[in-house]
């Protein structure tokens, strides 16, 4: 295990939904998705596949795919990689398998994209992210699977994504690039111990999706690369995300449930996501809600999370047109370095997929609990900055320390249509926020 993420397992332990357990010292949310063990195991090997980085293991994959499909052994089947690089085209994974990659191994996806698959936009977003129409099917897809898991010594799921950069960077996209790895409509899925390098957008995507547990992982990107989020749960439940380090061009966590009038119509939440122990950097946010979130998203643990050279360190964002709430948020026991903003809480972040939102669509965010946060070299604590007809509620903020440059005069917090409590913040939040008895909503989260 790399040094970065063992130190994670030391972080102070703070009290976890109720769906997480303790292993030893460590709480995990991880027993929502039992580790299986598969009796039939099978290599690319077997198949044809040749890792010199060369040869095209197109036809490797999905003929060993379709062997795991068909053949049904019971228990499921495990698709070893061994060391080696094994450059393809985009696959579908199928139910009941385990894709593992040795140590040493590396599967990289072709830089051809003109023979990139299509599939139809998201439901939940009316068209492609990016671009209007469809969309590019991810690297390593499923849809509508059970019980799928990819982990391995930590080999490397490599997206070569500069391609894609550049298209994006010079206009010349004609869809919404291909995420790295996305489970649509799935459950039962487990991604562990391997490295995610370079995708050409999102890295993990699981939408529509539950009982998901993303661990152990390690997700990599240049800090200018475009829209390059690290993992994203998006319209889905029971999410555990933990001990794992990300350092990309965006959010490192993003929580999301749609966009504007399709998630509104579409109205499936995001619910039930712990995000724990995860260290990391970007330019953009560490841990963000948003900002596509119209069809809600509630019940979010965040905890036990190192931040360094950040652009927002936690970041809640939303707008007009989105409607949908962000409710029972707790974050907890976070530590930044070398940050933009601490935090920030905003309802003028993001575009919109058309000209037919409703700007009469407000979201509604309230229960949003901050606490035990320490922050050095913050440039500005903080800002929360609700809706003039939809103000943001119960907001709590509890033992937040945020200090600037060392002889730097601390920026003041920015607030406006918020109304809350706090108790023991430095430097002291804004009017709205300055009420230190305990009452309403925050009594139960000082």
């Known amino acids: 295990m790399p040094p970065f993420l063992l130190s994670l397992l030391l972080f102070t332990i703070s009290v976890p939904f109720s769906s997480c357990i303790a292993v ?3 709480i995990t949310c991880s027993g929502i998705v039992p580790m299986k063990y598969r009796n039939d195991k099978i ?18 994959f999905r003929e060993a795919i379709y062997r795991i499909q068909h053949l049904r052994r019971r228990g499921g089947s495990l698709l070893y990689i061994p060391p080696g690089v094994y450059l393809t085209e985009s696959f579908n994974l199928t139910s009941h398998m385990t894709l593992y990659l040795a140590r040493g191994a590396v599967i990289k996806a072709t830089q051809d994209t003109w023979n990139w698959p299509l599939i139809a936009p998201l439901p939940s977003y009316g068209r492609g992210r990016e671009r209007a129409g469809g969309r590019y099917m991810s ?39 291909p995420n790295l790895v996305e489970f649509v409509n799935s459950s039962g899925i ?20 539950s009982n998901v547990v993303i661990r152990y992982v390690t997700i990599l990107a240049p800090l200018d690369s475009p829209n390059t989020d690290g993992i994203d749960p998006d319209s889905s439940s029971n999410v555990c995300i933990e001990d794992s380090y990300i350092s990309t061009g965006d959010d490192l966590v993003a929580v999301k449930s749609g966009w504007d009038e399709y998630g509104i119509a579409y109205g499936r939440p995001s619910s039930g996501i712990t995000i724990r122990r995860i260290t990391g950097s970007s330019p953009f946010s560490g841990i963000a809600i948003g900002s596509e979130t119209s069809g809600g998203v509630k019940n979010v643990l965040v905890e036990n999370i190192n931040l360094y050279n950040m652009g927002v360190g936690i970041h809640i964002k939303t707008n007009i047109g989105r409607g949908g709430f962000i409710t029972n948020i707790t974050v907890t026991d976070v530590y930044m ?12 972040v993001g575009d919109h997929p058309d000209e037919s939102f409703n700007p009469n669509a407000l979201p509604v965010v309230n229960g949003i609990t901050f606490k035990s946060i320490w922050g050095e070299k913050v440039q500005q604590p903080g800002s929360i900055q609700g809706l003039k007809n939809s103000p943001f509620t119960g907001i709590c903020l509890s033992n937040i320390n945020l200090h600037g440059e060392p002889g730097a005069r601390s920026s003041p ?3 406006s249509d918020v109304s809350g409590s706090s108790l023991q913040v430095s430097p002291w939040p804004c009017s709205e926020l300055t009420r230190t008895h305990q009452t309403g909503s925050c009594s139960d989260h000082f």
């Open 190 to 209: 487990i991604i562990s111990n391997v490295i995610f390098r370079n995708s050409p957008f999102w890295n993990i995507h699981p939408v529509y999706s």
């Open 337 to 348: 370095e070398n940050v933009r903003k601490g935090i920030r809480i905003a309802g003028d």
């Open 24 to 26: 030893g010292e460590v």
């Open 413 to 415: 917090w920015k607030c």
């Open 139 to 177: 690297f390593i897809h499923g849809d509508g699977l059970r019980d799928v898991i990819i982990t391995g010594e930590n080999g490397t799921i490599d997206g070569q994504g500069d391609v894609w950069w550049d298209m994006w960077r010079q206009r010349t996209l004609l869809f919404t690039r």
């Open 43 to 60: 290599s690319i090997a077997d198949f044809g596949g040749v890792g010199d980085g060369k040869t095209l293991n197109t036809k490797a």
